[in-house]
Every structure is written in structure tokens, then in C-alpha cells.
């Protein structure tokens, strides 16, 4: 479930607070499409996106892409499957209805503001590439909705399908590639700026044959500030405890909550309760089947006081990652990435 809104104690809510709905246990499918309610009818962007083919006279910029079939769609638009027509790429594209009072962000290249979630992107994706966000190739602003096309590996799944697929069940191996990724992602998308605010299985594409993740959807995402964030945007289930108790949080130490409770979900198969975060506070929580380094990381991550948290830039540097550097062997001269960890415990 997506929110927007701000603590129960706090005396404002800003104009895009959506309803929130009970939380479950079991983590599930974040991302499900959206309803209307009975005496809603669809958006007219909706309605076009709803029959699975885009027509080329509809939209520029499908004179530059070949719109394929429909790969999944939410509460604000929907993806296709896309061929960049000079050169046969494989993209996706990203057409999304914008809000009433849709966020616009500045970039230093561009004379308007563009769409937040554009200019986020773009903005991660400055300076030495980072190939654990997904990249933003092309995009287009029209006066009721955007389009973004963005990079589609080959073959991928979100990872809560595949998490799903095996079971809801990785072994330690797995959840430790998968983490060291995602925390590159979160790490280099704070140094640029961008604070993500989103970051859980259902926004982590997994290439199923190299196990490589990449980073999407920067949608309910903002642009990093060293003071407080009033107002929370994202997953309720992975919202930080401190903004139930003083109605504020700050990014980076929000970002490791929040990838602290991605390793949990991948760990349980549900999420943290309260006493579970009375463990971590005391350093005592334990899984079986997984090891002492690995718990020792998620102590960190899982502290109810974010001063008492493991600081996102030392994230990287922790024991439990370091086990990652022997899967590096010396061949021919060269350094060589050995074969992803095994899928089962």
C-alpha cells in the first residue's frame, strides 16, 4: 500500500493524502492496481491505456518507440513493453496520469520544471553509472500525463514475483547479493540528491540469469534535505518508527529503516513487530538458518531510535558483505565475478 500523509498526532495533511488500508503481516504485492470506487469513472488517460495497444498518432513519441504489449499497470497508469525503432533496443515505457497538483522539480540542463519523478531519475543517474538503478533514456511531458522509457532487462521479474516464484524462501547468499545491491542503489541515490522514500521487492527488478538488481520507480521519491520530512510518502509497512512518535524522519536514516525491513521481509517472510524491534534494540534477535553476521547487520538497521542506527554510508563497509569479496577469484590474470549464489538455502 502507498501513502501520503502525515502522522496521526500531527495537525496538518497535505492535499495528496490517500486513504490508508489495514496492514497484513505477510508481505504482499505492493504495487496491485488500484480501483475506482463506484462513483469514480477512470481517468480518459486510463481509459486509453486500458486496451493494451498505444496507436502512434496518439503520442510522439511513439514515432521513436515501437509500443509492444502492456507489461503491468497501478493506480496512476501503466508500463508496455517498447523496440527503440532505430536500433531494435528493448525498453519499457512508462505512461503515468499525473495528480492534480502533480510535484514538478527543477534540472539544472532543462528550462521548465519537469515531473518530480523525471527529474528524480535523471538525477540518480548523474555521474558515474551505477548499473543497480534503472536508467531513464528518454521521456515526455504532456498536459495530462508523462512518459518515461526507461532501460528493460533481459529476462526480469520484480522481486516480490520472484521471491514469490521460489517459494518465499531465498538462502542467505542470495539475500546478501540482493542486499549489497539495493544498498549500493539507496547509498548512490543519496549522494546524488534523490532520497527513493520507496524502496522495497516490488520496486527491485531482478535479471533472472544474472541475478543482477536495478533500482525503479521514483515516484513517491523527493529531493534529499538534511532536515526533517514532515509529511510521509510510501509503504506504510515500511514507514520509520520515529514518525508515529515525534511526526518527523529524516532520509538517510530513514533509507536504512527501510532497507533494514527489505533484509526482514526476505529473512520472515513478514514483517517486524514490536517485539521484534524490542530484540533489536537489545542486539538479541536471531533467525534460525541464518548467521550472526547477517543478524548483527539487521541490529543495525532495525533500531527503533534512528541515532542508534548503522549510518547508510557505512552500510557497504559491514562484516556480513565483506563474505561477498570471496566470490571474486583470480583468473587469467584478471578479476572474474563467479556464478550468482544458489537459489536454495
Not at 498505444?54 to 517498447?82: D, H, M, Q
Not at 527503440?84 to 528493448?90: A, F, M, P, S, V
Not at 545491491?181 to 534523490?194: D, I, K, L
Request: charged share 25%; with cysteine.
Amino acid at each position: 500500500m502507498i501513502i501520503r500523509t502525515a502522522p496521526l498526532s500531527a495537525p496538518e495533511v497535505p492535499p495528496t493524502a490517500e486513504d490508508q488500508q489495514t496492514e497484513d503481516d505477510q508481505p504482499q504485492d505492493q504495487d496491485s492496481p488500484v480501483s475506482p470506487s463506484a462513483d469514480e469513472s477512470p481517468s480518459h488517460l486510463l481509459r486509453r491505456l486500458d486496451c493494451d495497444e498505444i496507436t502512434r498518432n496518439e503520442e510522439p513519441i511513439c514515432w521513436t518507440y515501437a509500443i509492444g504489449k502492456k507489461l503491468g499497470e497501478g493506480g496512476c497508469g501503466s508500463v508496455f513493453a517498447g523496440t527503440r525503432i532505430e536500433d531494435g533496443l528493448q525498453v519499457a515505457v512508462k505512461f503515468t496520469e499525473k495528480e492534480e497538483n502533480e510535484p514538478y522539480l527543477s534540472l539544472p540542463d532543462h528550462p521548465s520544471p519537469v515531473p518530480a519523478e523525471v527529474a528524480l531519475t535523471v538525477m540518480a543517474n548523474q555521474g558515474p553509472r551505477c548499473r543497480h538503478i534503472i536508467e531513464l533514456l528518454d521521456w515526455q511531458d504532456n498536459p495530462d500525463h508523462y512518459i518515461m522509457v526507461l532501460e528493460r532487462p533481459s529476462p526480469c521479474m520484480d522481486m516480490h514475483d520472484f521471491w514469490e516464484q521460489h517459494g518465499d524462501l531465498f538462502s542467505e547468499a542470495l539475500v546478501r547479493h540482493f542486499m549489497q545491491q539495493a544498498t549500493e542503489a539507496a547509498v548512490v541515490c543519496c549522494s546524488r540528491g534523490v532520497f527513493h522514500r520507496d524502496i522495497k521487492m516490488s520496486n527491485l527488478l531482478v535479471n533472472t540469469e544474472t541475478m543482477e538488481v536495478k533500482l525503479i520507480d521514483f515516484g513517491v521519491g523527493d529531493l534529499l534535505k538534511s532536515s526533517p520530512y514532515i509529511f510521509f510518502s510510501g509503504t506504510a509497512n515500511f514507514c520509520p518508527p520515529e514518525y508515529f512518535t515525534k511526526g518527523e524522519y529524516h532520509g538517510k536514516e530513514a533509507t536504512v529503516w527501510s532497507l533494514g525491513v527489505l533484509l526482514f521481509t526476505m529473512m520472515t517472510n513478514r514483517y517486524p513487530y514490536s517485539s521484534d524491534i524490542k530484540l533489536m534494540d537489545a542486539d538479541v534477535w536471531t533467525e534460525p538458518g541464518f548467521s550472526d553476521e547477517c543478524c548483527r547487520f539487521i541490529h543495525g538497521c532495525l533500531k527503533s531510535d534512528p541515532e542508534q542506527r548503522v549510518h547508510l554510508e557505512e552500510m557497504l563497509s559491514h562484516d556480513w558483505f565483506k563474505v561477498m569479496v570471496k566470490r571474486v577469484s583470480l583468473a587469467s590474470g584478471g578479476l572474474t565475478q563467479v556464478a550468482p549464489p544458489s537459489l536454495q538455502p
